[in-house]
């Protein structure tokens, strides 16, 4: 027996062997072939599509927040700043409540000797006796030098409200109450008749004449 004859049966049994391994790798490729084809077909039609329509659109973004129904600016404070400082000025021994009934009847004697809005016109009143300057007293070199300074608004309204409290007490000795004697000193305010506008009168007098003084210090 010659030797070629084993090794061709080997051969055809080994080509055999692998043409069989080869097919079920070619039926799975031909099993994977529609997958290639729908993913081959999906990326035709989408570079079919123009590409304008995959433009997304504008999208709106508002930079202000919600609008309010009201301006917080405008909204009045709990307590009126001058009738609360009026107040305050008004109270003894920490007695607050007791200086809040006698502005209210401050209030209702001017609303029933004018039939006007009471606090409109306190405000007036203190407003019209406020000075804008005060006088300080310095010593220099044995000599007293007196300086005007300006006042702040608060200084201002506590200053006025002092002499208006201070003008009222002319009073005391006819047996008048005090929430009578100072309704009739604002009233003589508005009229232009107080001892208020003399004193005003001498401090912005004394401010004049040592205005040159207010650089020093």
């Known amino acids: 027996m010659s030797l070629r004859t084993p090794l061709t049966s080997f051969r055809r049994t080994f080509v055999s062997s692998a043409r069989s391994l080869a097919e079920p790798a070619t039926t799975s490729a031909q099993g994977f072939s529609p997958l290639r084809d729908l993913l081959a077909s999906s990326s035709a039609s989408s570079s079919s599509i123009p590409s304008s329509?995959?433009?997304?659109?504008?999208?709106s973004i508002e930079t202000q927040g919600p609008s309010r129904g009201y301006d917080v600016h405008s909204i009045p404070p709990k307590a009126d700043p001058?009738?609360?400082?009026?107040t305050n000025c008004l109270m003894k021994d920490g007695k607050k409540d007791e200086a809040q009934k006698m502005v209210s009847r401050i209030l209702s004697m001017l609303n029933q000797s004018t039939n006007l809005p009471p606090q409109p016109l306190l405000k007036q009143a203190i407003i019209a006796s406020s000075p804008?300057?005060?006088?300080?007293?310095?010593?220099?070199?044995a000599?007293?030098?007196l300086t005007p300074r300006a006042l702040t608004e608060r200084q201002r309204t506590r200053q006025g409200i002092?002499?208006?409290?201070?003008?009222?007490e002319k009073g005391r000795k006819g047996g008048v109450s005090r929430d009578q004697r100072i309704a009739r000193e604002i009233l003589g305010v508005l009229e232009g008749q107080s001892d208020v506008f003399k004193w005003l009168e001498e401090r912005h007098k004394v401010a004049y004449?040592?205005?040159s003084n207010m650089t020093a210090r």
């Open 53 to 59: 329509s995959f433009n997304p659109a504008p999208i």
């Open 82 to 86: 001058t009738i609360d400082l009026f």
């Open 132 to 141: 804008s300057i005060k006088i300080l007293s310095m010593r220099k070199s």
């Open 143 to 145: 000599k007293t030098i």
């Open 162 to 168: 002092a002499w208006l409290l201070k003008a009222s």
């Open 209 to 211: 004449l040592n205005r």
